[in-house]
């Protein structure tokens, strides 16, 4: 199990639709334990195969960090199959570090995916754990909670994040 290092704003794995997974296999498992090693280390409530730079719909959340590992989700090409109402609370993400904003979500997300044994799994959320699958899932869609902003509140973002980008201290 190691951390790896989380890619941010900017690198190509986020900003582009991560491939199905085809067979749940040692690799996935060994993927899946990198995750949740560098999800905690951060530390973060949820994190994408893409941010650590690898393309596949690979989720974890837990939203203890660590505390409750029954709390400990890994789901293998996850989607929603449900949604319904609307929610708004402020969200970060750990490859836009600083920065944060308030995307409209769903009140309450059915999920469905596999689990590393194959077996389907569906959950139902609401509140937080609902922002954590909507914002995990929009990674392995490419797309970050910077897009899903009004189109003003986008773009002022995005010329910050640029801008930082540029820097020398972007790179950690
Ligand atoms: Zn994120």
Same mark, same amino acid.
């Given at each position: 199990? @190691? $951390?790896?290092?989380? /890619?941010?704003?900017?690198? #190509?794995?986020?900003? @582009? ?6 067979? $749940?296999? =040692? +690799? ?26 690898? #393309? !596949? &719909? ?5 939203? @203890?960090?660590?505390?409750? &590992?029954?709390?400990? $989700?890994? =789901?293998?090409? #996850? +989607? ?7 929610? &708004?609370? +402020?969200?970060? %993400? =750990? ?8 995307? /409209? *979500? ?15 799994? /569906? ?10 699958? %909507? ?12 897009? *899903?902003?009004?189109? =003003?509140?986008?773009? !002022?973002?995005? *010329? ?5 980008? &540029? ?6």
């Amino acid at each position: 199990m @190691s $951390i790896r290092p989380i /890619v941010k704003y900017g690198h #190509p794995a986020l900003h @582009s639709p991560s491939a199905h997974v085809t067979s $749940i296999d =040692l +690799e996935i498992a060994a993927l899946v334990d990198d995750m949740v090693a560098t999800m905690y280390a951060a530390p973060g409530i949820g994190l994408a195969a893409p941010q650590i730079a690898v #393309p !596949l &719909r690979v989720i974890v959340i837990d939203l @203890s960090v660590g505390e409750d &590992r029954g709390q400990l $989700i890994k =789901l293998v090409n #996850p +989607e929603i199959v449900e949604k319904e109402g609307e929610q &708004r609370h +402020e969200e970060g %993400c =750990l490859s836009v570090p600083g920065y944060g904003a308030t995307p /409209v *979500r769903p009140a309450r997300v059915t999920v469905r995916g596999l689990d590393l044994e194959g077996n389907e799994r /569906v959950y139902t959320a609401t509140e937080l754990l609902a922002r954590a699958f %909507c914002h995990e899932i929009d990674h392995v869609d490419g797309l970050l909670f910077v897009d *899903r902003l009004s189109p =003003l509140k986008r773009d !002022l973002l995005k *010329r910050k994040l640029r801008k930082r980008a &540029r820097n020398d201290d972007w790179e950690e």
